[in-house]
């Protein structure tokens, strides 16, 4: 009788990694997790548009964080004002991974463009988290919570002023007539 629970047992435990995915309660507010995110002029993000946030991860967690990749997620900001806002509830999401994982997430303002990178490279509202490690949780077990994560502050790549690119103008202008000289 033994014999058979251990055998049971040992292939419900080998089935489990097979999957290849686990869980994750991807929301910056929930068990062990408060991490409101803010735009750029410092105020909490109440949703639903035009922000989105995504998972970004890598199975290597020495990985550099300019080398993860989306999940997919892309979820609204709640419309709620508790406790400020700034919070994105996604809920019980599915990973391709079942051992640690390098996670990061990112937000980014999605009428800039569909993608983080697209909104970044269009100067619209952009910014990600602190990378946390993750040990997503097996079904029908909970989810793991983003324990780890911080709150963090949008941002955009400042573009040149008028006044500095007429400067900018004046000068080249000015050193392609003393090169003639």
């Given amino acids: 009788m033994k014999t058979r629970v251990l055998l049971v047992l040992s292939l ?3 089935k489990i990694p097979a999957r290849g995915q686990g869980t994750v309660l991807f929301a910056n507010l929930g068990p062990g ?3 409101p995110v803010t735009n750029a002029a410092g105020h909490r993000i109440i949703g639903p548009a035009p922000y989105v946030a995504d998972l970004f991860w890598s ?3 020495n990985a550099p964080v300019d080398s993860l990749s989306g999940v997919g997620f892309n979820v609204p900001f709640s419309t709620s004002t508790l406790s400020g806002g700034g919070y ?3 809920a019980t999401r599915t990973v391709p991974s079942t051992q640690w994982f ?3 997430v990112r937000v980014w303002d999605a009428s800039q463009g569909g993608s983080y990178a697209q909104a ?3 100067g619209g509202e952009f910014g990600s988290s602190n990378p946390i490690l993750i040990f997503p949780g097996f079904p029908p077990g909970p989810a793991t919570p983003l324990v780890g994560l911080q709150g963090f502050q949008l941002g955009r790549i400042p573009e040149p002023s008028a006044a500095g690119l007429a400067f900018i103008g004046v000068a080249a202008l000015w050193l392609f007539r003393r090169a003639r000289k």
């Fill in 88 to 90: 994105f509830i996604g």
């Fill in 12 to 14: 419900m435990l080998v």
């Fill in 102 to 104: 390098l996670a990061q």
């Fill in 120 to 122: 970044r490279d269009n």
């Fill in 59 to 61: 199975s290597d967690t």
């Fill in 33 to 35: 997790v408060d991490a």
